[in-house]
């Protein structure tokens, strides 16, 4: 029986599926070629071999992994989005906003295209059509991650409140989300509560201890609060992780 199951595609594809979940995605990608050796129609091996080859930041084979995985089946939302997420890194921002906007033609109802397309606007400088993205990703959704999101856009905004309402909102549905107090901190330090600032960022830096970002945002909350030891502490390590931090201090 179990040489029968071995001789499956979708044997091959299931586990494909679990060493996603488990992060092995060299061990994802055998399995996807397994299966496609089978069943070479498979668009969902070619979209879960392609989201192992990003992870393994081999961005030319997962896009062509995801374009395989649209052409078997030209119905493939995530597809399109994933896609269009690699486009988007490239800088290759038609096509990017096309295969956003296809996803999200295909999948209404899905906050993810919503959220990518967003953040490409933003970087674009359109910043209503960012902002109106991300409030349809929250009216779809309204999970931490999209509030998250939102919060992140309106803090480059200079919305502090509005960013400082959303945080907290991701936090309420999820407690240990800690990107939501790294932005929450962000909030805090432009909106001058420096105290506040120092609290949320010390408890993301106490599980993330190699955020460069996150010692040099604090910095500025205890030189604010008038501590040049910590201030300095907390300068050095994050030039430590990333020297060109410095470029920042210049300007600043």
Same mark, same amino acid.
């Given at each position: 029986?179990?040489?029968?199951?071995?001789?499956?595609?979708?044997?091959?594809?299931?586990?494909?599926c679990?060493?996603?979940?488990l992060g092995?995605?060299?061990?994802?990608?055998?399995?996807?070629?397994?299966?496609?050796? +089978?069943?070479?129609?498979?668009?969902?091996?070619y979209?879960?071999?392609?989201?192992?080859?990003?992870? +393994?930041n081999?961005?030319?084979?997962? +896009?062509?992994?995801? &374009?395989?995985?649209?052409?078997i089946?030209?119905?493939?939302? =995530?597809?399109?989005?994933?896609r269009?997420?690699?486009?988007?890194e490239l =800088?290759q921002?038609?096509l990017?906003?096309?295969?956003?906007?296809?996803?999200?033609?295909?999948?209404?109802n &899905? $906050?993810?295209?919503?959220?990518?397309r967003?953040n490409?606007?933003?970087?674009?400088?359109?910043?209503?059509r960012?902002?109106?993205?991300?409030n349809q990703?929250?009216r779809?959704?309204?999970?931490? =991650?999209?509030?998250?999101?939102?919060?992140?856009?309106?803090n480059?905004?200079?919305?502090?409140e509005?960013?400082?309402?959303?945080?907290?909102?991701?936090?309420?549905?999820?407690?240990?989300?800690?990107?939501a107090?790294y932005?929450?901190?962000?909030?805090?330090?432009?909106?001058?509560r420096?105290?506040?600032?120092?609290e949320? +960022? &010390?408890?993301?830096?106490?599980?993330?201890?190699?955020?460069?970002?996150?010692?040099?945002?604090?910095?500025?909350?205890y030189?604010?609060?008038?501590?040049?030891?910590?201030? =300095?502490?907390?300068?050095?390590?994050?030039?430590? *992780?990333?020297? $060109?931090?410095?470029? *920042?201090?210049?300007?600043?």
């Amino acid at each position: 029986m179990l040489n029968s199951q071995q001789n499956s595609s979708e044997y091959y594809l299931r586990r494909s599926c679990a060493f996603g979940v488990l992060g092995e995605p060299q061990r994802t990608i055998a399995d996807c070629e397994k299966a496609l050796t +089978l069943n070479p129609g498979s668009a969902v091996a070619y979209f879960n071999k392609g989201r192992a080859h990003y992870e +393994l930041n081999e961005c030319e084979y997962a +896009l062509a992994s995801f &374009t395989s995985a649209i052409r078997i089946n030209p119905e493939f939302s =995530q597809a399109y989005n994933a896609r269009g997420v690699i486009y988007a890194e490239l =800088q290759q921002n038609k096509l990017a906003l096309s295969d956003f906007d296809e996803s999200i033609r295909l999948e209404p109802n &899905t $906050s993810l295209a919503y959220a990518n397309r967003a953040n490409l606007y933003f970087r674009l400088g359109r910043n209503e059509r960012a902002l109106r993205d991300m409030n349809q990703a929250v009216r779809v959704t309204r999970n931490a =991650q999209s509030f998250l999101s939102r919060a992140t856009i309106l803090n480059r905004l200079n919305l502090h409140e509005q960013a400082l309402a959303d945080c907290d909102q991701a936090l309420d549905l999820d407690p240990n989300n800690l990107d939501a107090y790294y932005e929450r901190g962000r909030c805090f330090l432009h909106m001058q509560r420096y105290n506040d600032a120092v609290e949320d +960022l &010390t408890y993301y830096l106490e599980h993330h201890p190699k955020s460069a970002n996150a010692y040099f945002i604090r910095s500025y909350a205890y030189k604010n609060l008038q501590q040049p030891k910590e201030c =300095q502490q907390d300068l050095l390590a994050a030039l430590a *992780l990333n020297p $060109s931090l410095s470029n *920042l201090l210049v300007v600043n």
